[in-house]
């Protein structure tokens, strides 16, 4: 097609979402190729894949999720190159705008609410306010039962360096910005809640209480995104595997301790593995 609308198109199902343009038009073009037509819509959430046979639809899910783990194969710009139409159905100077505008975009309400409460906090820290002793886990295990909850989730938002804060606000930013954007703020919302609470509890009994930072969360995202994009590839929901296989190695030098800085091992060995098996448990549910 000409143009692409922002409403979903009548009667198909929609395949994936994706940020970068050029590729989706190549993905639609070796689809064609093997029988299987698709269109495309464009938002400034993205470019959108949508199936037109949903007689086509198990292959079209193998293929897309073939395009996933190496969506930088040449046969997919080999086939916008033989189709004739290497730009025709998309308008590519659409939804490019200002970094700031970018970011804003890709991140949800959620998202940009943890990220202003990061940086709060990290600010009245700056200053002198004594936020460390408000908001860190509890100091012992007879204040478990106590009435202060919130214990159990703020020591996600305490940080204790500028490169602390930017390194993970960055990753909360891309990967809880993917999520919020594809799957709702309740799904990210439940992921921060888990992601916070388990790997805190987890690291208390491993060093004690003198800890903060949002990494747990961001593994426990990173996990989640993975695995979940693998298993369900018509998500939306997509990670380079260089990424991934970044922070396991980033994982393994803090457990032997290369970092040159102290870091929540446990936290983020158990935020991963909370999101891996939310991701597992949340591979068959319906997309709206």
């Known amino acids: 097609m000409s143009g692409a609308d922002e409403r979903a198109p009548a009667g198909m199902i929609q395949l994936l979402v994706l940020d970068n343009a050029r590729m989706a038009q190549a993905l639609v073009d070796y689809l064609a190729t093997l029988g299987i037509p698709c269109e495309l819509t464009q938002s ?15 292959q079209a899910q ?26 025709a159905r998309i308008d590519y100077s659409k939804g490019m705008a200002d970094p700031v505008t970018d970011f804003l975009h890709h991140a949800g309400p959620l998202t940009l609410l943890v990220i202003i409460a990061c940086l709060a906090i990290y600010a009245l820290q700056a200053i002198g306010l004594p936020i460390f002793d408000l908001l860190a ?13 919130w214990r159990y989730l703020t020591p996600a938002f305490i940080h204790f360096s500028i490169l602390h804060l930017v390194f993970n606000l960055l990753w909360w930013w891309y990967l809880g910005g993917q999520i919020e954007q594809r799957l709702g703020s309740g799904k990210l919302f439940i992921l921060l809640l888990v992601g916070a609470a388990l790997p805190n509890i987890a690291e208390f009994f491993a060093s004690g209480p003198l800890f903060g930072g949002l990494s747990g969360v961001v593994y426990a995202l990173l996990g989640y995104l993975w695995l979940r994009g693998r298993l369900q590839p018509e998500s939306g929901l997509a990670l380079p595997p260089a990424l991934m296989g ?22 983020h060995l158990v935020g991963l593995l909370v999101g891996l098996l939310q ?3 949340d591979r068959h549910h319906k997309l709206a």
């Open 44 to 58: 400034e959430l993205g470019v959108g894949v949508w199936l037109a046979d949903e007689q086509r639809l198990a």
């Open 62 to 87: 193998l293929e897309v999720k073939r395009f996933l783990i190496e969506p930088n194969h040449p046969r997919y710009m080999e086939a916008s190159w033989q189709s004739g139409r290497a730009d």
């Open 137 to 149: 886990f509890h100091s012992t295990l007879a204040q478990f039962s106590d009435w202060q909850a």
């Open 246 to 267: 970044f922070m396991l190695f980033w994982l393994v030098l803090g457990f032997f301790d290369l970092l040159g800085t102290s870091t929540a091992n446990i936290a």
């Open 279 to 281: 991701g597992w448990l």
